[in-house]
C-alpha cells in the first residue's frame, strides 16, 4: 500500500520514502494516479525557482523512484519519460487516500440506511486510516496543498460520521464532545450544528441547543453573509415553542 496520509511509506513494510525530493515526486505522481502528466508539469509542482539542470535533477528523481518501488513496492508502476510524460499506476484498494475517501462515504450512506453496524465500521476505518497531515515529508508542492486541504475537511467529515453514529446508539456524551469540537473549528458549518443540535435536545440540554444556533446564524452572517437553512430555523423554532 501507498501511504500518504501521514508520513509518505510505501509497501507492506511501511518502508519511508527517502528524502524531500522523492517524497515529493511519488506524493505529486499519486494525487494524479493513473493519469499522465508531463515532465513541465511535475517542474512547475517541484520547483519554486527550477535551476538550470532541472531536467537532469528530475530524471535523477524518477530514476531513484523506479529503483525505490522495485525495491519495497511491486504493486505500484511507473511508466513513461520525460519525453512522452510519466504516469503512476496503483490499484486503488492499494492507495490510503481513496480508501480514507470510500469508508466515510460508506458510512454515511449505512448511516442513513440505519445500518448502524457499518456505519461505525466504516468510521473506525476512516479513523484507523489517519496518521496525520497528509504528505508528510513532501515540499509545498502545490497540487498537495490542495489536495492536502481537501483530505483535511474529509478528516472532518470523517469525525462527523462518529459522532453521528454515537449520537444514533445513544451514546449522547461521547457525541456531543465531538460535535462541539468540530463546531469550534468551523462554528458556521449547518452540517455540524444541525445534528449537535439535535443530539443536545435528545439530552435534555435546550438552552445549549438554542445557544448554538444563535452562533452559527452569528457567524453564517458574518463570515458567509449568509442565513441559516430552514432545517436549523426548524429547530430553533421548536426549541423555542
Known amino acids: 500500500m501507498l501511504r500518504l496520509i501521514g508520513p509518505v511509506l510505501c509497501g507492506e513494510t511501511a518502508t519511508p520514502v527517502p528524502g524531500a525530493g522523492l517524497t515529493t515526486l511519488v506524493s505529486v505522481l499519486a494525487v494524479q494516479n493513473n493519469r499522465r502528466v508531463s515532465a513541465d508539469w511535475l517542474i512547475s509542482q517541484m520547483w519554486e525557482n527550477p535551476p538550470r539542470c532541472v531536467r537532469s535533477s528530475l530524471s535523477h528523481q ?39 475517501e470510500r469508508a466515510i462515504d460508506l458510512g454515511f450512506i449505512y448511516l442513513a440506511r440505519r445500518e448502524l453496524g457499518r456505519a461505525q465500521q466504516s468510521a473506525v476505518e476512516a479513523r484507523r486510516l489517519w496518521r496525520g497531515d497528509p504528505f508528510g515529508g513532501a515540499g509545498p508542492a502545490p497540487v498537495l496543498i490542495q489536495e492536502g486541504e481537501h483530505l483535511k475537511q474529509r478528516w472532518h467529515e470523517a469525525c462527523l460520521l462518529s459522532a453521528q453514529v454515537d449520537a444514533a446508539h445513544g451514546r449522547y456524551v461521547q457525541a456531543i464532545r465531538a460535535l462541539k469540537h468540530l463546531h469550534l473549528v468551523a462554528p458556521w458549518s449547518e452540517s455540524v450544528a444541525v445534528p449537535l443540535v439535535e443530539v443536545l435536545t435528545s439530552a435534555g440540554r435546550r438552552d445549549e441547543a438554542l445557544e448554538v444556533c444563535r452562533l452559527t446564524r452569528t457567524k453564517l452572517r458574518r463570515v ?6 430552514s432545517r436549523l430555523s426548524v429547530l430553533e423554532t421548536q426549541l423555542l415553542a
Open 224 to 229: 458567509l453573509d449568509g442565513e441559516p437553512s
Open 62 to 100: 524518477v530514476a531513484r523512484l523506479r529503483r525505490y518501488f522495485g525495491e519495497y513496492d511491486d504493486a505500484v508502476t511507473l511508466s513513461g519519460g520525460l519525453r512522452t510524460g510519466l504516469e503512476l499506476a496503483c490499484d486503488e484498494h492499494s492507495l490510503d487516500t481513496v480508501c480514507f
